[in-house]
């Protein structure tokens, strides 16, 4: 990769970026049907505010995110592309020169390396679509998520 | 592609299999943020017991399909890999030999060309993912939904 600094006419990064170049180990089930409850998932703790339960597949994954009011996700950019869709509450994005409040029943789709900021305006639940598979999220190397700024 | 007929070992594809052959053109807006209430989203009738929503991203599609009591989804099966999460009433599959109901709060990770059948033990709202997006649902070439067997 180019180390060489660029003043490029593409919009800046985020502060945190996740890339192609990291990569995940293909799951054993990913290419298996799997019956998944998600009360049977592991929901994990990332801060006070904010926990997380992710249904992985072959190019898909599904996280179901539950924020409380007031919580923050920094902003950060990603390769994969994501589809939001609000099922409780309201979540308040900083996006693409914009803020836009997506509340439930709504869908933002965020194509991919657009860097977005958001905040639960009440408490949320959230389904989050990624293709691919975020591997910082499985490998829990999302260090911009775990602790509340 | 050969025509021969095989005998081979791979499970007998579905009645209706659709296959990355069937593409489609890339939407204008794939690749653009876009904010989308389901409210807003066209809502298409395919039988009297089957409406379906689409927003369909550049690898992503979220489908919100609507099931009436007895619907039946005959078996199929297509290259996209699917998840569908139940979001409220009950789906009962037949699939890869076993059959499976998954309930509202169940999520089904389905492989790609994976033959499947459903029938709506409830009135259901299902919330299908696939990647890639499929074609024949956004062309509508989908005939093996478009009247109720």
Not at 20 to 48: C, F, I, M, Q
Not at 65 to 75: A, D, F, R
Not at 78 to 84: F, S
Not at 122 to 140: C, G, Q
Request: glycine content about 6%; aromatic content about 6%.
């Amino acid at each position: 990769m180019a180390k060489k600094k660029q003043k490029s006419k593409k919009p800046a990064k985020a502060k945190f970026h996740f890339s192609a170049g990291h990569t995940v180990a293909k799951r054993a089930d990913a290419g298996v049907l799997r019956h998944v409850p998600w009360r049977s998932v592991e929901l994990e703790t990332l801060n006070p505010l904010l926990q997380r339960q992710l249904v992985v597949g072959q190019e898909i994954m599904l996280a179901r995110v539950l924020l409380k009011k007031g919580c923050i996700v920094p902003e950060h950019s990603h390769h994969n592309e994501q589809v939001t869709y609000i099922l409780e509450g309201a979540l308040k994005f900083w996006i693409d020169g914009k803020d836009i409040v997506v509340h439930a029943g709504e869908v933002l789709a965020i194509p991919p390396d657009m860097p977005h900021k958001a905040e639960a305006l009440e408490d949320t639940v959230d389904l989050d679509v990624f293709h691919p598979p975020r591997a910082d999220w499985i490998n829990r190397t999302d260090q911009y998520l775990r602790g509340q700024k």
